[in-house]
């Protein structure tokens, strides 16, 4: 996946935070990764309880990894959690895996692809932290944030940016909201949508580029604009001096002769200029 390696960065204020990872606005149309992750709080002591992953091949999901964490020392889950997610401590012994094992599965699930998700300064900004605590590796690839997108192109369409108030505004089902699997599948229909966006932009920049360069190869280069001015004062000074001289050979007044040779100087300056 090296079609848009050095294409249209987005550089972001407050990106400095997770710097080690490129933000990229391209139109992808070949491959990606969706990753969404739920987590028991938003602070640094939180832990990942679910991640999933949506392997992105031509728009079409071809694999998918998705695996609850369970933590043999946590004796609790915070009620809210549940309450938001569904998911139970219950369900975290039965059908997790060992957050170590989850987490190196999951990055190799990724590989370098570039990652799609919503709101990456948290999801991604997360993942790495536990990526280097756990398995004492990083995870630095691209990815394009839906979040941003949406920032860009419809903020004059929606009253916020929270991935259900995008998925409604593109009629996206959001039954399975607030689960790694479901949000994911939301993130991957909203992005789809916002590709086409994308895609427009993409091409007016690139038509606007050509269109530019077009304009830049019709237009003489500054040696020929200065040679045609040379040539012309060559060849036609002899002759608008010999009618000034014939000029005031004949009483002609030198201010006059003076403003016919600005006149015939200004007006060879300016077809020059505009060619």
């Not at 370098?112 to 998700?117: A, L």
């Not at 949000?183 to 530019?212: A, P």
Request: hydrophobic fraction near 40%; aromatic fraction near 10%.
């Amino acid at each position: 996946m090296s079609s848009h390696k050095g294409q249209n960065y987005y550089n972001f204020t407050g990106l400095e935070e997770y710097d080690i990872y490129k933000c990229i606005r391209l139109p992808l149309k070949f491959e990606y990764v969706v990753v969404d992750i739920e987590t028991t709080g938003l602070t640094t002591s939180s832990e990942i309880i679910e991640v999933c992953a949506l392997h992105i091949i031509d728009g079409n999901v071809v694999d998918k990894y998705s695996s609850l964490i369970d933590y043999p020392d946590r004796k609790s889950l915070p009620k809210k959690i549940t309450e938001l997610t569904g998911i139970t401590l219950d369900m975290m012994r039965e059908e997790g895996g060992y957050v170590e094992d989850v987490l190196l599965k999951l990055k190799n699930f990724i590989g370098d692809k570039v990652i799609i998700c919503h709101n990456a300064k948290f999801d991604l900004g997360f993942l790495i932290q536990k990526i280097y605590k756990y398995i004492d590796s990083s995870l630095s690839n691209e990815f394009i944030d839906t979040l941003y997108i949406s920032r860009e192109f419809l903020s004059d369409e929606i009253k916020n940016h929270k991935l259900p108030t995008i998925a409604k505004h593109f009629n996206i089902d959001t039954t399975n909201l607030h689960r790694a699997e479901g949000d994911c599948i939301i993130t991957y229909q909203v992005y789809e949508n916002l590709k086409e966006l994308l895609t427009t932009e993409l091409q007016n920049n690139i038509q606007g580029i050509n269109q530019d360069n077009n304009t830049i190869q019709n237009q003489p280069t500054g040696c020929f604009k200065i040679s045609f001015l040379i040539l012309g004062l060559i060849f036609f000074t002899p002759i608008t001096l010999s009618y000034l001289v014939w000029k005031y050979v004949n009483g002609g007044k030198p201010i006059k002769i003076v403003i016919i040779s600005l006149i015939w100087f200004i007006a060879l300056l300016v077809v020059v200029v505009n060619m």
